[in-house]
């Protein structure tokens, strides 16, 4: 079945540029959506189909995925973007959904 | 909205129900998912029903043990968990397809969540 890779944590200062990456076998293939979960909370949808921002999610944060890896970026990081993230996508060759094991972002 | 409910401490082997009660949007005409977390770990995606029940897929941890239902006419999703392991020990979430109908899409609203402890 298909594995979703993910860099466990990144760390950046605030007003700097995170990017975290999403990797899997032939990854351009598939729509990638991401996901911010906050400590004790619940996950949100932030980016769906590789680049649509989900409702209310600024501008600052976007999707891309034209080839391995997949990448979610927040520009201009504030410390509410302290959270883990996790990339999605459908297997159809096992027609499971699969998670990346998420990265935790801190602001330092 | 959504909130689930069922959860608590079970001993292995035994069963329990979980529920995930919709409110605000036209549940029977959205595709539905478990997803759990356990603690200190990432996400797991368990389950997904459509929103007419007519297709149904499971992680290969959970086939043959839990069971997702539904009932359009209460609003409601369910999550049969029968034999229960220790390593079901988790938080389960439910969670909305986006679109309209859709199954393969972004899981767009989410539960708080309800915790299941599998412990002797």
């Known amino acids: 079945s298909l594995v979703v890779t993910q860099q466990p944590s990144v760390s950046v200062a605030p007003g700097q540029t995170a990017r975290i990456l999403c990797g899997a076998n032939?990854?351009?293939?598939?729509?990638v959506h991401w996901y911010q979960q906050r400590p004790g909370q619940a996950p949100m949808l932030v980016v769906y189909d590789d680049d649509d921002r989900a409702s209310g999610i600024p501008e600052r944060i976007s999707g891309s995925n034209s080839g391995n890896p997949a990448t979610l970026t927040i520009h201009r990081v504030e410390a509410e973007d302290e959270a883990d993230y996790y990339c999605q996508l459908w297997d159809t060759g096992s027609s499971h959904w699969v998670f990346g094991g998420g990265t935790k972002l801190t602001v330092l | 909205q959504l909130v689930e409910s069922g959860g608590g401490v079970v001993q292995p082997g035994r069963s329990l129900r979980l529920s995930c009660a919709a409110s605000?949007?036209?549940?029977?005409?959205?595709?539905m998912h478990w997803v759990r977390q356990a603690p200190g770990k990432g996400l797991e995606w368990v389950a997904v029903m459509s929103f007419d029940g007519d297709n149904i897929y499971y992680s290969d941890s959970v086939r043959g043990r839990l069971t997702i239902s539904r009932d359009n006419s209460k609003n409601t999703l369910y999550l049969h968990m029968n034999d229960l392991r220790t390593e079901d020990t988790a938080v389960y979430y439910c969670?909305?397809?986006?679109?309209?109908?859709?199954?393969?899409?972004?899981?767009?609203?989410w539960g708080r969540g309800t915790s299941v402890i599998v412990s002797s």
């Open positions: 969670a909305r397809v986006q679109r309209w109908e859709g199954l393969l899409d972004a899981l767009d609203l």
């Open positions: 032939n990854i351009g293939s598939y729509s």
């Open positions: 605000g949007f036209t549940f029977s005409h959205h595709g």
